[in-house]
């Protein structure tokens, strides 16, 4: 016998694709870090990381939706953290010595929240962000618009 559907049951199922751009990197020594990098956190783990002294940052990978029974998204996969009513993603930044492992010191939050309705519709999105702080230091806690800005992928 099939469950009753409840209004966080899902319905529908699909993709999001995501492009984060990121410039004005924090250059590979700030403060008391050497080697600084960023990534893309998928799952506990850094993906993509690059040197924080680069001319630019870009990352693409895709994440799951559900629209639920009540009309509204869910987001899923290994690069969403978080609570279902707040749902985000990473940007990890750590120490990389060559030959070394990532050794992570801070994060930052994007919010899925904050995309806006048309752009998870269409299934594409792309956003672009300055990561370096006020302080000179690697973007950290929660980045929101307009300091991330978001627009159709081209």
């Known amino acids: ?57 870009v990352w693409e990978f895709t994440v799951g939706t559900v629209t639920t ?7 899923r996969g290994p690069y969403v953290h978080g609570r279902r009513e707040a749902r985000f993603l990473y940007l990890t930044w750590g120490e990389l010595p060559q030959g070394g492992e990532f050794a992570m ?12 309705d048309a752009l998870v519709e ?13 302080c000179g230091m690697p973007l950290c806690a929660a980045v929101r618009p307009p300091l991330i800005s978001w627009r159709p992928l081209p």
Request: aromatic share 6%.
């Open 1 to 57: 016998m099939t469950p009753p559907a409840t209004a966080a049951s899902a319905t529908t199922r699909g993709e999001l694709r995501l492009r984060l751009v990121g410039r004005d990197l924090p250059g590979r020594s700030c403060g008391s870090y050497d080697d600084v990098h960023v990534a893309v956190q998928r799952g506990r783990d850094p993906e993509g990381p690059v040197a924080g002294d680069a001319g630019g940052a």
């Open 69 to 75: 029974a009540d009309g509204t998204v869910d987001f």
């Open 122 to 134: 269409s299934g594409a999105a792309e956003g672009s962000l300055p990561l370096t702080d006020e």
């Open 105 to 116: 010191f801070r994060r930052a939050k994007i919010f899925f929240a904050d995309l806006p």
